[in-house]
């Protein structure tokens, strides 16, 4: 069953996955000028060769800038969080934009000036920084491959400054050349300083003390990423190392048999591995209600496409749900009710496998997994549990109480049908055994 929110894939969402190909596009084509134009300034590369080049530069960058404020003006059919951060990276970034994406080193017959095409990289670093919002799951991952990246055009800059400092050995090729100036550039920016290429001349003595400022600063600036990284809190894995200390404390205190402290530990393990604990309710506490009924909804969206007796229901039926079910874990072997116990919740199984036994449990009933239902007779009947139902491995369990289900089901009389329809038969399944 596929739930309304995710089918919702309009003209307004096209447009933005379309902006977004043209994006990707405008960052390789970035990329690409970065390492070509230094390149090219340092072999002193003549004006018909990259003519081309600025051409369709000079085209593509334009197109940007009108694409971009098309998109801007066109507000309603934009990510509003996208909306707002394009417009304050235009106010401030638009002159950039521009310059980039004038030909200078044509008008002014200068091929220095190509250097000036390199301001469009403040736009990639906007975009990798929209990426790591909108991809919030991979923003640690995102943020690695961007020092990466950045970390590779220093070292390709620097390497191609000090090629024009020192100028061409013309007694080697070009990429030997390359290799020997990105070779000192590295050894210089890691501080490592081998001293087998040194700066002579003053010029690139400041050359050299200028490319170590920048390799010192860029490590800082690694160490603190990195270390930002590392410290940046998940609060599922935060709090299964906090059960694990209470659990090594419990069992010096208390002196736990050891086949107890390995269920505990078995249950803590599963409780992570499932990424059950983590502070669901507590984050839907701080939204607006139409929001919660969303996110409740993708929380439990694979629990609740599973259930069977929910197929085709209406979506304020399954907002309502979502927003209502409590969830659970149950160890194996342990029982989630016996038969004659007060019946308060119905049951969703999200995952894991129960078996249900008649009253005195010498015989088994059936046998429930992922998807199924149980404990709704009792509701339904306003009696006891009509039989035992008993976890055969890890099981999550999604409760929705008594009062929720009689409120919910009597505004949804198809569903109360369909739940009624086979409460019936296992109510009698139940009462011939
Ligand atoms: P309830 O009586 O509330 O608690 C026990 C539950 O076991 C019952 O609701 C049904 O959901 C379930 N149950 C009882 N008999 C059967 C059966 N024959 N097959 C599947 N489930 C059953």
Not at 126 to 146: E, K
Not at 255 to 263: G, M
Request: hydrophobic share 45%; net charge neutral; proline share 4%.
């Amino acid at each position: 069953m596929k739930l309304f929110v995710f089918r919702h894939f309009d003209k307004a969402h096209i447009g933005t996955f379309i902006f977004g190909l043209w994006n990707v596009f405008i960052v390789g084509i970035v990329t690409y000028t970065t390492f070509v134009i230094p390149f090219s300034i340092a072999i002193g590369e003549p004006f018909y060769a990259f003519a081309k080049r600025e051409l369709f530069l000079t085209v593509i960058y334009t197109a940007d800038i009108v694409i971009s404020l098309i998109r801007i003006r066109r507000k309603a059919s934009f990510m509003h969080i996208e909306y707002n951060a394009m417009k304050s990276f235009y106010r401030r970034w638009i002159i950039t934009d521009i310059i980039a994406a004038l030909p200078l080193a044509q008008l002014l017959g200068m091929p220095l000036l190509q250097v000036f095409r390199l301001a469009k990289s403040a736009k990639v670093i906007f975009l990798t920084q929209v990426f790591r919002r909108v991809m919030a799951n991979y923003s640690n991952p995102i943020l690695l491959m961007q020092i990466l990246y950045w970390v590779m055009i220093a070292t390709h800059c620097l390497a191609c400054g000090w090629l024009l400092m020192r100028g061409m050995d013309h007694d080697t090729d070009i990429r030997t050349n390359y290799i020997e100036a990105v070779y000192w550039t590295t050894a210089t920016l890691t501080t490592v300083g081998y001293g087998d290429i040194t700066p002579n001349a003053p010029n690139e003595r400041i050359y050299a003390i200028f490319t170590m400022l920048i390799g010192y600063s860029l490590f800082g600036y690694l160490i603190g990423s990195v270390a930002g990284i590392l410290a940046k809190r998940d609060p599922v894995r935060e709090m299964y190392n906090e059960n694990l200390e209470k659990l090594t404390s419990a069992a010096r205190y208390a002196n736990l048999p050891l086949e107890l402290q390995r269920r505990i530990y078995e249950y803590f393990r599963y409780q992570m591995s499932r990424r059950v604990g983590y502070d669901e309710e507590g984050f839907l506490k701080n939204l607006p209600p139409s929001l919660r009924g969303e996110v409740s909804l993708y929380f439990r969206k694979e629990v609740l496409e599973n259930v069977a007796l929910f197929e085709d229901a209406p979506q304020a039926f399954m907002f309502e749900i979502a927003q209502q079910l409590r969830e659970q874990i149950i160890a194996p072997d342990e029982y989630v009710f016996k038969a004659g116990d007060p019946g308060r919740q119905m049951f969703l199984i999200a995952h894991g496998i129960v078996d249900v036994y008649n009253t005195d449990e010498t015989k088994h009933l059936r046998t429930l997994s992922e998807g199924d239902h149980f404990g709704e007779v009792a509701l339904f009947h306003d009696i006891p549990r009509t039989a035992t139902v008993k976890a055969n491995t890890y099981c999550d369990l999604y409760l929705l109480n008594k009062q929720t289900f009689e409120r919910t089901l009597s505004a949804y009389p198809t569903i109360a049908e369909r739940i009624k329809e086979k409460a019936e038969l296992r109510f009698k399944d139940a009462s011939t055994e």
